[in-house]
């Protein structure tokens, strides 16, 4: 089913894994997974809970160390590289950030910019013009002098992720962006993601809960099951009854969205 | 509200405090058994010309301490608003390094054993005192540092080295109930009797572990955002989170060796600063520092103001306004 044969050197990979096995203590979350994310694309990382996403995910981001394998980032293998050079790569947005009391949307933001402006952090004209143009993005220049707990979650959500933009990566990484979020937030922080990657070419994978967001949002859907990929290709193709079925132990139908056809399944019953 | 116009006129606030500072120094130096004019203390301060005792009082009885307790109070300030960032627990503060217990414990091992026949056993304390606190400091961070280290770790390390070490001096002040009455001041943390000998001893610290901490304070900001955030930010977060302590150690072994186990202040400093100007560490640790010194002046002036001529160690004076405050902190974040 795997219609990414994984091959290293391959450049028009942004980024890509290679055999890699993850785990944390004792559990082996990932055996041995290869993949390769082509640039300027949206890939959405979805599976049970359990599946191994975020763990793919945290594991694609150097966040955590695989057990074997490596990550390549633009051919090259992450471990090797300076992590202030990844970071200047690739942006990662982790699952339920803690929020700093006290700090403001600016301070939060203006962090991005640590990967380019070094540990003593004089910012030159170029960091504040990125910290104003992710604000701006993420429609938060109004909310600038606001404290982080005084914002809704949503605001919260995309000030967290104006942070990620203010580091100006090509590849961003983010990890389940929508959740505690209503459903008119959700929409809103996907389709910021969805402009950032028609805009700017920015690569996006991120590990989405909602299958029907994924289908929507993602050109790719990539299938996660004990820590192993199942399915691997455009929403149309993995979307199925049988792969819902096996994987996620639901019965359900999948019909076309009318608004522009695109599936949407509607689960109906536990096996 | 406060914060915006404090973040909007920093600058402004920053020359407002050190002019706060000078006339806490001022003020410090005129109070005591004999009360000089704060114009005269100006002028002895300038070189101006004034009465000769005047002169000698002010120089070299009264200055050292003062600025002692403004150098001592900056570092413990600026102590603490490091290890509340690395911690990311506004409970932080300065004795979790383990320099606290350290040099308490070193100075009264060493006050039961050699120092007691000394005429002048507090010139030499600090000298003793300093290895003490970062020993402590030492202990705590390989025990719990070494390592991929987790903040609730070294927190835990930090909290258990120190009951141990003040339960060990607990134990020989016992057993040498004599070397009580040499290092009781000490051990509350006391400004009585410092001199410029002391100041020596404070000052080459100073001068290296302030810059150093405050020059720490963008990777701070990084380190506050989580250990993940952090890392997707590229920076080495273990590493970090433990030279940030490193440098917090430092800052109390080199203050308690000359003023004592002063507590409170570490946490209460920097938790009005923040309040004031925010949780950016590029504001937050200067602005710390400078709340540290002056509290530690002015409490000190009021126990040599209120009490005479007896005088209550500036330490005792700190708990008792510390303890409620520390109180009304626990209350607040649990309703």
């Given amino acids: 089913m795997n219609r990414y044969p994984s091959n290293a050197s391959d450049h028009k990979a942004a980024l890509a894994a290679e055999a890699l096995a993850v785990g944390y203590g004792e559990r082996l979350v990932i055996p041995a997974l290869s993949l390769q994310i082509e640039l300027g694309t949206i890939t959405a990382l979805v599976g049970p809970n359990g599946s191994g996403k975020s763990t793919l995910l945290r594991a694609l981001a150097r966040l955590i160390a695989p057990r074997s394998g490596a990550v390549y980032l633009d051919g090259r293998a992450i471990a090797s590289l300076p992590t202030r050079e990844v970071a200047r790569h690739l942006a990662v947005l982790p699952q339920g950030p803690e929020t700093p009391e006290e700090l403001t949307v600016g301070e939060l933001v203006e962090q991005g910019r640590y990967p380019h402006a070094g540990p003593l952090r004089m910012l030159r004209e170029q960091d504040h013009a990125a910290i104003t143009e992710a604000l701006a993005q993420s429609n938060l220049l109004e909310l600038r002098h606001r404290r982080l707990d005084s914002l809704s979650g949503g605001e919260r959500q995309r000030a967290w992720i104006a942070l990620a933009l203010a580091q100006a990566t090509p590849v961003l990484l983010l990890d389940e962006p929508t959740t505690f979020l209503d459903v008119s937030h959700q929409l809103e922080v996907l389709t910021l993601i969805q402009q950032l990657n028609r805009s ?8 989405l809960h909602d299958l029907n967001q994924a289908a929507r949002f993602a050109g790719r859907m990539i299938v996660l099951h004990q820590g192993r990929i199942v399915a691997d290709g455009s929403p149309r193709d993995v979307l199925t009854t049988d792969l819902l079925a096996q994987v996620f132990q639901v019965q359900a139908h999948i019909i076309s969205h009318p608004a522009d056809g695109l599936p949407v399944c509607l689960p109906y019953a536990t096996i | 509200m406060m914060q915006r116009i404090a973040v909007r006129y920093y600058r402004p606030l920053i020359l407002l405090s050190l002019l706060v500072l000078f006339l806490l120094v ?18 002895a301060l300038f070189n101006r010309p004034v009465a000769p005792y005047e002169r000698i009082i002010v120089w070299d009885l009264r200055l050292p301490r003062a600025l002692i307790a403004l150098v001592a109070g900056a570092m413990f300030g600026l102590a603490g608003a490091i290890l509340q960032s690395i911690m990311r627990n506004p409970l932080a503060e300065p004795e979790m390094t ?26 030499l304390l600090p000298f003793v005192a300093l290895p003490g606190g970062l020993a402590g400091g030492c202990l705590v961070y390989l025990l719990g540092g070494a390592g991929k280290s987790a903040t609730s770790r070294l927190v835990l390390t930090g909290v258990l080295i120190s009951a141990v070490l003040r339960s060990a001096t607990s134990i020989i002040l016992l057993l040498r ?6 290092v009781l001041l000490w051990l509350i943390g006391s400004l009585n009797g410092r001199v410029w000998p002391h100041w020596d001893v404070l000052w080459p610290w100073a001068i290296v572990a302030l810059p150093s901490g405050l020059a720490c304070a963008g990777l701070a900001n990084v380190l506050q955002l989580g250990d993940a955030s952090a890392t997707g930010l590229g920076l080495r977060v273990g590493w970090t989170r433990l030279s940030l302590f490193f440098i917090a150690t430092l800052l109390t072994a080199g203050a308690v060796a000359v003023v004592g186990g002063i507590t409170f202040l570490g946490l209460i400093a920097p938790h009005i600063a923040r309040r004031v100007v925010g949780a950016d560490a590029r504001r937050l640790f200067p602005f710390s520092m400078l709340m540290g010194a002056g509290i530690l002046l002015a409490a000190d002036t009021i126990t040599q103001t209120i009490a005479q001529p007896v005088t209550i160690p500036v330490g005792a004076a700190l708990v008792l306004l510390g303890a409620p405050y520390f109180l009304f902190l626990i209350w607040r974040r649990s309703t």
């Fill in chain 2, 98 to 123: 383990g320099a606290t217990s350290g040099a308490v414990l070193f100075a009264v091992l060493w006050l039961s054993e050699a120092g007691r026949q000394l005429d002048q056993p507090g010139l």
């Fill in chain 2, 177 to 182: 109930q004599e070397a009580l009455g040499a």
């Fill in chain 2, 26 to 43: 001022v003020l410090h130096v005129a109070a005591g058994s004999v009360v000089i004019s704060p114009f005269d203390v100006i002028a």
């Fill in chain 1, 200 to 207: 700017q070419g920015k690569t996006i994978i991120l590990v």
